[in-house]
């Protein structure tokens, strides 16, 4: 079981930076991908973002390519999204979620964090 707290979000204005931090408690986190996904009012949720066991393998969606920064800290049970020069569109609920295998089965979430970017 791996369980996954969100914090990090909120209020930004386009082009500042903002840094999302996913905990997990649970023995087995550092066996996991984390990945990062979005979902804004009336969209579908989507991929940002995930980062497999080492740390040495991260995949982005191309609209974060270059933008933001997926990076773990197994020692800590927390995975990051740093958010650079963010956008109007990239305001969504961020949530993480955890997966045994890739490519990712996201079988645990966590609550979400919101994050409103401002022009």
């Known amino acids: 079981q791996v369980q996954l707290v969100e914090s990090g979000g909120g209020l930004v204005q386009a082009g500042d930076s903002l840094r999302l931090s996913c905990a997990a408690s649970?023995?087995?986190?550092?066996?996991?991908?984390i990945a990062w996904l979005r979902q804004a009012p009336g969209k579908d949720r989507e991929f940002v973002a995930a980062?497999?066991?080492?740390?040495?393998?991260?995949y982005y969606h191309d609209s974060a390519k270059g933008r933001f920064t997926i990076s773990r800290d197994n020692a800590k049970n927390t995975v990051y999204l740093q958010m650079n020069s963010p956008k109007p569109e990239d305001t969504a609920v961020y949530y993480c979620?955890?997966?045994?295998?890739?490519?990712?089965?996201?079988?645990?979430w966590g609550q979400g964090t919101q994050v409103t970017v401002s022009s």
């Open positions: 979620s955890a997966s045994s295998r890739w490519p990712a089965s996201y079988e645990y």
């Open positions: 980062i497999r066991w080492s740390g040495l393998n991260t």
């Open positions: 649970g023995r087995s986190f550092s066996s996991y991908v």
